[in-house]
């Protein structure tokens, strides 16, 4: 029975705590539909996020009075928004698939800040799980991507990842569950639904048991993930000195390794380095002191043959702000000044240095400012491909001393809107069709 089976793989796993507020994320396909039921059946308190992204027509529309309407006959709250999908998806240059997502975690981080909300429930299941091992072998991945799905992340939280998909339409049918059909499920226009499509059964009909057997290989490679963070963690501890509040490893016993970047690139993304950061810190000339690359929360130093970690200092300890609107006053770790404006009367194509225009539809809440980092890339103003911070300045001819303090700003999105003080993106730039701008000026209003 499917609903003792979602009890005790709750309770087993430790995925749920009687004082957790719930948010269920429902489109109105089979999947969560049918997870909403299991939720009231076991018992649960929750509410319901609903994203219609507007890419089906009446379809989507019909999709989100579904929810409603289930929501209401189960008194359950639902909060509900409309995207314009495809155009976010041109404005950002992102594709169909990444702009949903990228919006509908936005929204539903919206929510999980603004109601208390502990925990966010999604329909993932067994089958979502071995068509994203396929994704991401495809894809290059290493280890950690063909564990698969995983069944808690950060307060992301997956309660049908033991159930398959044959197992989830049984119980729609017995119980009379209500979901629509989404008709681009039908197509093979995405990597997912080829990948359900045809690999998959492909797979079934040469082995009857491939679900279960492709099943036990991820789990595998998940008890195989841990043991290699086990060994690294052991191997990293032999060249690792920790002093004064700071982390010093030794990079020259770390280059004796043939995956001396793998094992530096495992220890310094648990500090939020990325792999390019890490590549850099790498190969960087060992006689050429004083390098530092930042994270969000952590700077290293290269000396010589030592790799000095350590938390920012005071210095840099603003090293990254949440901007929530333009009502909020930035003052460190520089000043910026805010502001709306209509398109009347703004020579928005002399902007100074010190500010820059945008065009306000095209930007998503909130902003983040932070130093530059070593890898990040934006589409300058009037180009069409990406080139690297580090090239800008360079080309711009911009002293070390002054690139340590050049700071960039980026949207939800992850799109870097401006590089202050030098570059504005073109992503985001302010059209005859713009209406509501946005200026954002260095130092305090006049």
Same mark, same amino acid.
């Given at each position: 029975m499917l609903l003792k089976r979602f009890k005790d793989f709750i309770d087993h796993q430790k995925l749920l705590a009687p &004082?957790?507020?719930?948010?269920?994320? %429902?489109?109105? @396909?089979?999947?969560?539909?049918?997870?909403?039921?299991?939720?009231?059946?076991? @018992?649960?308190?929750?509410?319901?996020? !609903?994203?219609?992204?507007?890419?089906?027509?009446?379809? &989507?529309?019909?999709?989100?009075?579904?929810?409603?309407?289930?929501?209401?006959?189960?008194?359950?709250?639902?909060?509900?928004?409309?995207?314009?999908?495809?155009?976010?998806?041109?404005?950002?240059? *992102? &594709?169909? /698939?990444?702009?949903?997502?990228?919006?509908r975690y936005d929204y539903f981080n919206q929510l999980v800040v603004a109601h208390g909300f502990n925990k966010l429930l999604t329909a993932h299941h067994a089958d979502d799980n071995i068509e994203t091992f396929f994704i991401n072998l495809l894809r290059s991945t290493g280890i950690d991507?063909?564990?698969? $799905?995983?069944? /808690?992340?950060?307060? $992301?939280?997956?309660?049908?990842?033991?159930?398959?998909?044959?197992?989830?339409?049984?119980?729609? %049918?017995?119980? !009379?569950?209500?979901?629509?059909?989404?008709s681009s499920n039908d197509k093979d226009d995405?990597?997912?639904?080829?990948?359900?499509?045809?690999?998959?059964?492909? *797979?079934?009909?040469?082995?009857?048991?491939? !679900?279960?057997?492709? @099943?036990?290989?991820?789990?595998?490679?998940?008890?195989?993930?841990? *043991?290699?963070?086990?060994l690294h963690a052991k191997t990293m501890h032999d060249f690792t000195v920790q002093k004064d509040n700071k982390i010093i490893i030794n990079k020259a016993r770390l280059n004796e390794f043939q995956n001396a970047l793998q094992l530096l690139y495992m220890y310094l993304k648990n500090y939020g380095f990325n792999h390019t950061q890490v590549q850099d810190i790498l190969n960087h000339d060992a006689g050429q002191s004083g390098k530092k690359f930042y994270s969000s929360t952590h700077t290293v130093l290269l000396n010589r043959q030592e790799i000095i970690l350590s938390q920012h200092d005071e210095v840099h300890a603003y090293n990254e702000?949440? $901007?929530?609107?333009?009502?909020?006053?930035?003052?460190?770790?520089?000043?910026?000044?805010?502001?709306? *404006?209509?398109? %009347?009367?703004?020579?928005?194509?002399?902007?100074?240095?010190n500010e820059a225009f945008f065009d306000e539809a095209k930007i998503r809440w909130p902003l983040k400012l932070r130093k530059w980092q070593s890898g990040d890339s934006m589409i300058v103003l009037g180009m069409k491909h990406r080139k690297k911070i580090s090239d800008i300045l360079v080309d711009l001819k911009v002293d070390l001393w002054t690139k340590e303090k050049t700071y960039v700003l980026i949207d939800a999105t992850g799109t870097i809107l401006w590089l202050i003080g030098y570059r504005v993106s073109d992503l985001c730039k302010v059209t005859d069709s713009s209406n509501s701008l946005l200026h954002i000026q260095i130092g305090t209003a006049e």
């Open positions: &004082s957790d507020k719930l948010l269920l994320a %429902v489109s109105g @396909g089979i999947d969560s539909m049918v997870l909403l039921d299991l939720c009231l059946q076991a @018992g649960y308190d929750v509410e319901v996020a !609903h994203c219609n992204f507007k890419l089906r027509g009446t379809e &989507s529309d019909a999709d989100e009075q579904l929810v409603a309407e289930v929501c209401n006959a189960h008194r359950i709250k639902l909060h509900s928004i409309s995207f314009e999908t495809a155009q976010y998806a041109i404005e950002k240059g *992102l &594709s169909i /698939q990444m702009a949903a997502r990228t919006l991507g063909l564990t698969g $799905i995983p069944l /808690q992340n950060g307060n $992301i939280i997956r309660p049908l990842l033991f159930a398959n998909k044959k197992e989830i339409a049984i119980y729609a %049918v017995e119980h !009379h569950i209500s979901y629509r059909e989404d995405y990597l997912r639904n080829y990948i359900r499509h045809h690999v998959v059964p492909a *797979l079934q009909h040469a082995a009857k048991n491939a !679900h279960t057997a492709i @099943g036990n290989s991820m789990k595998h490679l998940v008890e195989d993930a841990n *043991l290699l963070r086990e702000v949440i $901007i929530n609107d333009v009502h909020q006053c930035i003052d460190t770790p520089i000043q910026l000044q805010i502001k709306k *404006l209509v398109k %009347v009367n703004v020579d928005y194509k002399q902007a100074a240095a």
